[in-house]
């Protein structure tokens, strides 16, 4: 049995100022979950979001008013 890792990543969009999240979005097809962490806190907790969850909430961030 393998186990994979995380490979965690920020949006394009953050200016590396310190208020982000970090999330790792290979484990949704084998675990699925979406791994969402804080960067500041690489060893922190770690929220694991069902693949339902998270998309509605990308789909919320896109398009506030649905």
Do not use: Q
């Amino acid at each position: 049995m393998t186990t994979e890792s995380p490979r965690w990543f920020k949006s394009s969009y953050s200016d590396n100022g310190g208020a982000c999240i970090e999330v790792a979005g290979n484990l949704v097809a084998s675990r699925g979950v979406v791994p969402v962490r804080d960067s500041k806190n690489p060893s922190g907790p770690i929220l694991g979001v069902s693949e339902d969850a998270w998309t509605a909430f990308l789909d919320m961030v896109k398009d506030p008013t649905t």
